[in-house]
Each structure stands twice: as C-alpha cells, then as structure tokens.
C-alpha cells in the first residue's frame, strides 16, 4: 500500500506561482515512479508530469514544459511540482500519484496509476 498526499494549492493570481507537494508514505518506493494529474471542471482528468524515484528522469505534456518542474526529495519521500506563469486555464484540482509496476517507464495513463492522493485544489483568476 502506499499512501499520497498532497498540499500547496490555493487562489493564486494569473501569473503567479505555486509548489504542490506529494508526501508518499507505505510501500518502497525506489521501484516506481511518481505522476502528477489534473481535472477542470467539467474535463476529464489529464496528466501533466511523472518522475522516477531512482535517477530522477521526468516527463511532460507538451502544454506545461517551461512552466512546470516535477522534482523528488527521496530522503522526503516527497513530490513536488512547481508551477510557474500560473494561467486560469491552469485551474483545476491536481492530484498526485504512484504507478508502482512501471519499473522506470514514465507513464501518461491515469489507468497505470494503482494509488492516488485526495487532490489539491489550484485556482487561478485572471
């Protein structure tokens, strides 16, 4: 079993920045790797970034490189995505999560994640 949870979302102003943080606890976690998701009202949930616990290797949905930076603190078994130029498209709930039998391939399926945090809510107004 493992164990996700998020924090960091907020009202934040259009262009602003934010760091969400995913805390893993349970299950060890070198052998998986880590996603980040998000869901607009009224949209489907969509992934953003995931990262490898063990060598850090990290990839993006072409909409969000150059903003957004996924990174891991192993020691933390902690997560973060750090959001920059904060858009009101970027508004949505963001949910972290495990693909624990991926062993080093980033996936982008929401379908190939076994875990999932609760969601933080990123809101921001134009």
């Known amino acids: 079993q493992v164990q996700l949870v998020e924090s960091g979302g907020g009202l934040v102003q259009a262009g602003g920045s934010l760091r969400l943080s995913c805390a893993a606890s349970?299950?060890?976690?070198?052998?998986?790797?880590m996603g980040w998701f998000r869901q607009a009202p009224g949209k489907e949930r969509e992934f953003v970034t995931a990262?490898?616990?063990?060598?850090?290797?990290?990839h993006y949905v072409q909409s969000v490189k150059g903003r957004f930076t996924i990174s891991r603190d192993s020691a933390k078994n902690t997560v973060y995505l750090q959001i920059n130029s904060l858009k009101p498209e970027d508004t949505a709930v963001y949910y972290c999560a495990a693909d624990i039998d991926g062993y080093g391939v980033l996936r982008s399926s929401e379908y190939e994640y076994e875990y999932w945090g609760q969601g933080t809510q990123v809101t921001v107004s134009s």
């Open positions: 349970g299950r060890t976690v070198c052998s998986y790797a």
């Open positions: 990262i490898t616990w063990v060598g850090g290797i990290t």
